[in-house]
């Protein structure tokens, strides 16, 4: 967390700030009241950081169920008087845009600032996307920062607009401005007055032409106002040899590109940050100042397009620029780009001899990589409660013969797509993907489809978009089982509370939702079990895949190993014994290291037997039930 | 581990593994379900009827491939091992009493299946202390076979009676631990005491010692049924919850009769045929061979067994049941003897024919290791 208070009151002090945090400072200095948020990396720090002082402010903060309640329980606040935010990662946004592409039309009351968090690269996410275009698609006000400063800056900003506008605006941030820290000049904080009260004069009509004509005034006025934003801004010579149009962290990477390449006198920069409405006549200004013209952005082309069409508008006799980027080639259309993938693209343009790196050294880095790092494909922590459920799955399956598999979804588990997970799952898409893909699946015996079909969610995720799911197979009679893997925790975006865990965003205690309760109310079967009981587990699952035709669920319930280990030591102290550990022979063939493959065990291929790497092991005790031989042992250290 | 595994194939020179399991015996529907594979390793497991294989084993010279009585196996260093004499191909074995038996404790037979001769020399075993446990199949509620380990006379008497339904005993007998000093009894069906003979010639590395497996008692058997296919058959036929008994009556009836409640359910021997497994049709053995003491039905004498008596060990436990009077044992009537001769020839050259007709070779017999002496013998047999 940030090394000052982030409510701190110290206008011209400089804090060192974390992007998301910036974010969150932005918007109290705004004085915002109210903010919700479904957690998503890159964006999971926004909420918690103004949680952890909303009492103290007097404001509300709520991690809500999912994104889609978080935007429209934001907008209640907004409707209602309340300066409102709401923050989420890209697939946050996919879920929001129905009510989105309706709050836009039918306006808001208090300012109302949406934050999305994009992940180039995906390294965090199922996807790679630009939420950019939804602001273009819906009509949204959008900024994005190129910096900690702006990030401040222009959130603050966005609530004095969203007022004025009387529409949502939208923040968008990346991996690079979120997740990294800077320098931060706050600002005041200043005391504001806040009384919910809903306008009932205030005219509520479905989103018609009407509607939509008042969107498009609000926009027309945003570009007025954008015209004029410092946010914007040109620096370079007057006439350079190559302009870059760049925005959000592509401008840190242009300033780093041109600075290494020492090509200030020839290379300018034009910096947007009012990114829709464009700011048409402040780009024209620079347009053909420059005979080429190289856009670095993240993602998607999204200022390339909207200067290309600006430059489709141009008088015809002006002398369009040769525009280079993501549509060219000079940069690659995909991943995060970096200093580098400038520094390639300028000097590819400007015919400069550049070497990026050092070859050699780049050489030498992968051989002492390769001396010190484990080869091993990507797979759970040491006792994880999800790796035990693959395991109990995956034997379910294979005992059942009928060539089942698993529907899965997002969450830490999502990695049973791969060996850590047992290969068991089969398909990922998005939030309660894996119970839709079941619910159609399970109608399929029409059709001569006879393979059972596991669809597996956490906990977090069955409250977030699989209830629905299982709800549209109970009422249509769909054959599949719902395997709730519940860890009890949001653990992949870093444990924050959700409905089963009893307690909130700002520390309070609260009626814990059952999950078992909800599918009971449903009237359906529903199994509980502990993954580490593996004869039960797997028992319950056959029988579940047996009693058909209609929805069945198994609550795998096992809590997460990062929230036990950090709260009392090890249940086990695990060995192996060497004379009975029977390594690669007959009976064996290195079940623990080979096929089950925790990272807290070793394989010696000196001695022919397994080892635990006492270092990393979890002592979770699960390899020393599925051992052959009894060679692994677990020594209880609890009693 | 200096062991060789995988090695009887001595005279093919082959080393197997799992993964030829699968694809020379399973995958040809050659599985008789004898459950010598599985329980010992985590890889095969036996589940419903089958033999599944959990996950890939990479190991090229395995126990599995090597126990199973339809890959190669050498009939004359198994019957030395255990007769001290290369295979002849006699119809019914190896013999040194036959005769009819029934139990005389009559709540034995009225559990058992014809005369309860298992059942009693178990519960002899048992009360001996000659064994510690027997490992055999009793049913469940829905007439699923299970294999089971009992250790005292009514653990014993719950698995009386049969339902023709494979089962792998051997499985079970597999997950004893090797360092286990629990002497054991098995009851096996002919396919399964050719595997636990192939085990013992070539004792098991890690898993049971083979050595505790003190009684071997062997039931006659002219065919298997597939468990899943038979049991889903069934099922739309008769509330096996409330089915007590499963009988085939010897020729001519052509019949299964299914005792429900106090109704008889005849259905036609060919409608139960169709479930039979592939496997058994390549089958010698009608009667056992490779056991201490061989049980089958006595032809037209209702409650009473055939008994074959092969070995020392059989010969002493038989004695042992005599002497206590728990065991009524007649002279064989002789045109049941030659009966019992002739249908075991039959089985034997029929099974040649029929793998004759996969390999199109009378010198390669599919699994069998035979000498062309015994091979000879069995085709001309009449």
Not at chain 1, 101 to 117: D, P, Q, S, Y
Not at chain 1, 256 to 271: H, N, S, T
Not at chain 2, 134 to 160: D, K, Q
Not at chain 2, 307 to 323: F, M, N, Q, Y
Request: hydrophobic share 40%; proline share 5%.
């Amino acid at each position: 967390m940030a090394d000052i208070d982030i409510d701190i009151d110290a206008p011209g002090e400089v804090a060192f700030l974390m992007g998301n945090e910036a974010i969150a400072r932005g918007a109290l200095e705004a004085g915002i009241g109210f903010a919700a948020s479904y957690p998503g990396t890159p964006s999971s720090e926004i909420l918690p950081t103004i949680a952890e002082v909303a009492k103290k402010r007097g404001i509300y903060a709520e991690w809500s169920v999912n994104e889609m309640v978080a935007m429209e329980a934001a907008a209640g606040a907004s409707l209602a008087g309340i300066r409102a935010l709401t923050s989420m990662k890209q697939n946050g946004v996919h879920v929001i845009t129905d009510f989105l592409g309706n709050i836009v039309m039918t306006g808001t009351v208090a300012g109302l600032v949406l934050v999305a968090v994009d992940d180039p690269s995906g390294r965090n996410s199922s996807n790679e996307q630009d939420t950019r275009p939804v602001a273009r698609w819906l009509g949204i006000p959008l900024l994005e920062p190129g910096d900690f400063q702006e990030a401040k800056d222009m959130t603050r900003w966005l609530f004095d607009l969203s007022e004025e506008l009387k529409t949502i605006c939208m923040l968008r941030s990346v991996s690079k401005i979120s997740h990294t820290r800077g320098n931060v000049l706050l600002g005041d904080m200043p005391i504001r007055e806040m009384k919910a009260y809903y306008d009932l004069e205030r005219i509520a009509r479905l989103a018609n032409p009407i509607g939509h004509q008042e969107l498009l005034e609000k926009l027309a006025r945003a570009k007025e106002i954008f015209e004029l934003s410092s946010f914007n801004h040109y620096t370079g010579p007057e006439n350079p040899e190559l302009m870059i149009i760049t925005c959000g962290s592509g401008w840190l990477y242009s300033r780093e590109a041109v600075k290494i390449l020492q090509l200030e006198r020839r290379v300018g920069i034009l910096k947007i940050g009012t990114l829709f409405p464009l700011p048409e006549n402040f780009i024209e200004k620079y347009l053909t100042r420059a005979p080429k013209v190289l856009f670095v952005e993240e993602i998607d082309p999204f200022l390339e397009p909207g200067v290309k069409e600006l430059a489709a508008d141009l008088p015809p006799d002006s002398k369009r620029p040769v525009f280079y980027g993501k549509r060219s080639g000079h940069l690659k259309a995909y991943g995060e780009q970096e200093p580098d993938t400038v520094i390639e693209a300028l000097a590819s343009i400007l015919c400069i001899d550049y070497q990026p790196g050092d070859a050699a050294y780049e050489v030498e880095a992968d051989k002492a990589a390769e001396n010190h790092l484990i080869p091993r494909s990507g797979t759970l922590c040491p006792g994880c409660p999800h790796k035990a459920s693959f395991w109990v799955i995956k034997e379910a399956l294979k005992l059942d013969n009928r060539y089942g598999f698993v529907t899965g979804d997002i969450g830490c588990y999502t990695s049973g797509l791969g060996a850590g997970g047992f290969y068991v799952v089969k398909t990922v898409h998005c939030m309660g993907g894996g119970a839709g893909i079941a619910n159609g699946m399970g109608q399929l015996g029409r059709f001569g489809f006879s393979q059972p079909v596991i669809a597996a969610c956490g906990d977090s995720t069955f409250y977030h978009a699989a209830i629905p799911a299982l709800i549209n197979g109970v009422f249509n009679k769909s054959n599949f089982v719902m395997a709730v893997l519940d860890n009890s925790a949001t653990s992949m975006t870093g444990f924050q509370p959700h409905p089963g865990t009893g307690y909130t965003a700002m520390g309070d205690t609260t009626d814990v939702v059952k999950i078992e309760d909800i599918c009971r109310g449903l009237g359906i079967r529903v199994e509980i079990c502990d993954p580490f009981d593996i004869d039960d587990t797997v028992s319950k699952l056959l029988e579940l895949m047996d009693f058909e035709p209609i929805p069945r669920v198994v609550v795998m319930r096992h809590e997460c190993e990062l929230i036990r280990a950090r709260r009392e030591e090890v249940p086990y102290m695990v060995h192996v014994n060497p004379e009975r550990c029977i390594g690669q022979d007959c009976g064996c063939d290195r079940l623990c290291t080979r096929i089950f493959a925790c990272t807290g065990l070793r394989w010696n291929s000196e001695t022919g037997k397994a080892e635990i790497d006492e270092v990393v092991c979890s002592g979770c005790g699960f390899c020393a039930d599925i051992c052959p031989q009894g060679a692994i042992v677990k020594e209880a250290v609890r009693l | 581990m200096e062991r060789s595994m995988g090695r009887k194939k001595e005279r093919v020179m082959e080393n197997k593994g799992c993964k030829e399991l699968v694809s020379e015996v399973f995958e040809k529907g050659l599985c008789t379900l004898c459950g010598a594979c599985a329980g010992g390793c985590p890889y095969l497991v036996a589940y419903r009827g089958r033999i599944t294989v959990m996950d890939n084993c990479t190991l090229d010279d395995g126990q599995c491939y090597q126990y199973c009585p339809r890959t190669y196996t050498d009939m004359d260093a198994v019957s030395c091992n255990y007769f001290n004499a290369p295979y002849a191909g006699d119809a019914i074995g190896e013999v040194q009493e036959i005769f009819i038996a029934r139990s005389a404790d009559l709540e034995i037979r009225g559990k058992a299946q014809y005369g309860g001769t298992v059942t009693t020399l178990l519960c002899l075993a048992l009360e001996e202390g000659f064994i510690d446990a027997a490992v055999t199949v009793r049913n469940t509620g829905s007439w699923r076979p299970e294999s089971y380990v009992a250790s005292s006379r009514e653990e014993v008497l719950a698995t009386a009676s049969s339902n023709y339904i494979a089962c792998p005993v051997l499985e079970r007998l597999n997950r004893f631990p090797k360092e286990s000093a629990m002497q054991l009894g098995i009851v096996v069906l002919p396919c399964q005491a050719l595997a636990l003979g192939a085990m013992k010639q070539n004792p098991p590395a890690n898993r049971v010692d083979i050595c505790n497996v003190r009684l071997t008692l062997g039931l006659f058997c002219t065919w298997g049924l597939a468990q899943e296919p038979f049991h889903k058959f069934l099922s739309e036929k008769v509330d096996l919850l409330e089915v007590w008994k499963f009988d085939i009556p010897p020729p001519p009836a052509e019949r299964m009769d299914i005792y429900q409640g106090s109704d008889i359910i005849s259905l036609p021997l060919d409608e139960v045929r169709q479930f039979r497994m592939i496997t058994c049709a390549y089958c010698l053995d009608m009667t056992a061979e490779f056991a201490d003491i061989s049980v089958g039905s006595a032809e037209g004498i209702e409650g009473w067994n055939t008994v074959i008596v092969r070995t020392d060990t059989g010969k002493a436990l038989l004695e042992l049941a005599r002497s206590k009077n728990l065991l009524e044992t007649v002279k064989i009537p002789e045109g049941n003897r030659l009966h019992l001769i002739e249908a075991a020839a039959n089985k034997k050259r029929r099974a040649l024919h029929e793998i004759i007709k996969v390999t199109g070779n009378k010198g390669e017999l599919m699994y069998l290791g035979l000498s062309p002496k015994a091979v000879e013998k069995m085709m001309d047999n009449r």
